[in-house]
């Protein structure tokens, strides 16, 4: 089973920028279309950016579109997620996951992003 540890979380004024990781175990990573997701306090984990096991194909949440940039580099098995222009209201824990779901949870990274 692939295990994921996602950092690089913090606290950041409004209008600040922050860059997620994503660091997958196993040697199967470079296969998968990886999923980046964000569950803020009282709400539902929701898809935030998804990219293509070769990078060249990335879509986002309407929310986030224009001001995060999904990527990888599969030769370190690792998501990254480059979070700029932040906004309160991206205030959440941000995970890293294949769309199926299907990988186990990592423990996420907080972002707080205040006003």
């Known amino acids: 089973q692939v295990q994921v540890v996602e950092s690089g979380g913090g606290l950041v004024q409004a209008g600040g920028s922050l860059r997620l990781s994503c660091a997958a175990s196993?040697?199967?990573?470079?296969?998968?279309?990886m999923n980046w997701y964000r569950q803020a306090p009282g709400k539902e984990r929701e898809f935030v950016a998804t990219?293509?096991?070769?990078?060249?194909?990335?879509d986002y949440a309407d929310s986030v579109k224009g001001r995060f940039t999904i990527s990888r580099d599969n030769a370190k098995n690792t998501l990254y997620l480059q979070m700029n222009s932040l906004k309160p209201e991206d205030t959440a824990i941000y995970y890293c996951?294949?769309?199926?779901?299907?990988?186990?949870w990592g423990q996420g990274t907080q972002v707080t992003v205040s006003s």
């Open positions: 990219i293509d096991w070769s990078g060249g194909n990335a």
């Open positions: 996951n294949v769309p199926s779901l299907s990988w186990n």
């Open positions: 196993g040697r199967t990573f470079s296969t998968y279309r």
